[in-house]
């Protein structure tokens, strides 16, 4: 009883063990912890590993299903107890404090050159923290406007091309002249407002953090950050052209007014195009349109999936190995459209299936080289500033209960002292 007792107890320390090992036969086991969620991005990433084992008798990868709701917790605790996967899927905003606290390997001298000169310098600096490289970004999602297109053509509005956007102000008078009788030009869903917004504002020249010679971070709202926040703000209080009750929704709750003709346009993440393609009723025209430009163009801040490895893994080189051929840019095609997003590979980005006009993907592609690292991207103490000063000022902004120079100085003020304490 005793012995049985001692064989169960070593199987279940065995199992709760995190990265992978290596057997008596000299096989390497790698675990990769996916986040993809969607059916079809689910069965490209299983269907690669299983080439990828196919291939690689010497080194096998355990395909292991994690949940972007719970990722950064689930993330901690596993490094902390010493039971991380080798192979890490997530997004490069969140690996900062991982990063910075040794959880994750320095790739620099680890990635294959083909790797490091696929991507573009721009989407490394997404996962640069200090002088090393966290992370492989693969997947980006630029913010799109989805369009009735119905509604746009018999209002005879211009319509945008990536070539010849809307401007902001611009952007406001056509949804104001797209309202009347209880629709809506716009609506915008900011149930999560900080990101939309920091990120689209760089458009109009916004950085909102400004690091300082001494490498600390300071928080400064200028007139390039005031852009799109008072765009917003105008036509949900002043104009009446964007619905006041989807401000606290999320995206696909605004959905079935969309399609039910209470709004003409939503601004979205470029994957939800997937949604909509699945959800839209029969007959039902739409199309993808480029977010407003501004002083800087089409610029917009995007925080790309990216893929780490663990510094506590055994097998960093057959992990990078494993990313590598995760990524070849023919594979990197396929996670792109199982996930309805954008790779941030060059050789990619050239694939004919990205370029068809069908479902916006030529329209989402041609945004893909005004993609920059997010502004508060390698900010240590961001996640606390964004949930405890940011995200209720701006909801409380746009909902109208506070103006603009309130707003100014939560940010600045309240910020500033949220920052403070993690750079002392």
């Known amino acids: 009883m005793r012995t049985k007792a001692i064989l169960v107890l070593l199987f279940l320390l065995t199992a709760c063990t995190g990265g992978g090992g290596t057997s008596d036969d000299g096989t390497v086991t790698l675990r990769f912890q996916s986040l993809a969620w969607q059916e079809e991005s689910v069965a490209a990433n299983k269907q690669l590993v299983k080439e990828w084992n196919a291939t690689h008798p010497d080194v096998k990868v355990e395909y292991v299903q994690g949940s972007w709701d719970s990722v950064h917790d689930q993330l901690l605790t596993s490094f902390e107890g010493g039971e991380a996967p080798d192979i890490i899927h ?60 119905k509604w746009l053509k018999e209002s005879g509005v211009r319509v945008p091309t990536p070539d010849r ?26 149930k999560e407002p900080v990101s939309a917004t920091l990120n689209l504002s760089l458009s109009a020249g916004g950085q909102l953090f400004h690091r300082g010679a001494d490498g600390k971070v300071t928080i400064r709202f200028g007139k390039g950050d005031e852009v799109v ?15 006041p009750t989807t401000l606290g929704s999320g995206g696909s709750d605004t959905l079935p007014g969309f399609f039910g003709g209470k709004y003409a346009m939503v601004p979205l993440g470029f994957s939800y195009r997937q949604q909509i393609a699945q959800q839209a009723p029969k007959g039902f025209e739409w199309q993808v349109l480029p977010a407003p430009a501004g002083a800087d163009g089409l ?23 494993f990313v590598d051929f995760l990524l070849r840019p023919k594979n990197m095609v396929r996670l792109a459209l199982g996930d309805w997003m954008l ?13 068809t006009a069908e479902n916006g993907w ?5 945004l893909a080289a005004h993609l920059r690292s997010a502004p508060a991207q390698s900010v240590r103490g961001y996640p606390e500033w964004k949930d405890k000063v940011a995200t209720p000022a701006f909801q409380e902004y746009y909902s ?25």
């Open 400 to 424: 109208g209960a506070i103006g603009l120079d309130e707003l100014r100085a939560r940010l600045e003020k309240d910020g500033n002292l949220v920052l403070a304490r993690y750079q002392r």
């Open 343 to 355: 790779p941030t590979g060059t050789q990619a980005l050239k694939d004919p299936a990205l370029h």
């Open 299 to 321: 610029s917009q801040g995007v925080s790309p999936q990216t893929l780490s490895v663990a510094e506590d893994s055994p097998h960093q080189k057959e992990a990078v190995a």
């Open 229 to 243: 926040p008072r765009t917003i703000h105008d036509q949900a209080n002043t104009d009446h052209s964007a619905s």
């Open 90 to 149: 997530d997004a490069s905003d969140d690996l900062a404090d991982f990063a910075y606290g040794g959880y994750l390997a320095d790739l620099t001298d680890l990635l294959p050159a083909r790797l490091k000169s696929d991507i573009p310098r721009r989407s490394w600096e997404t996962t640069t923290f200090g002088d090393g490289i966290y992370g492989v970004p693969f997947l980006q999602e630029p913010r799109v406007i989805v369009a009735n297109a």
């Open 165 to 190: 956007p809307w401007s902001w102000p611009e952007f406001r008078r056509i949804t104001e002249e797209l309202s009347g009788d209880g629709t809506y030009g716009v609506a915008w869903p900011l």
């Open 362 to 366: 030529a329209t989402g592609t041609a």
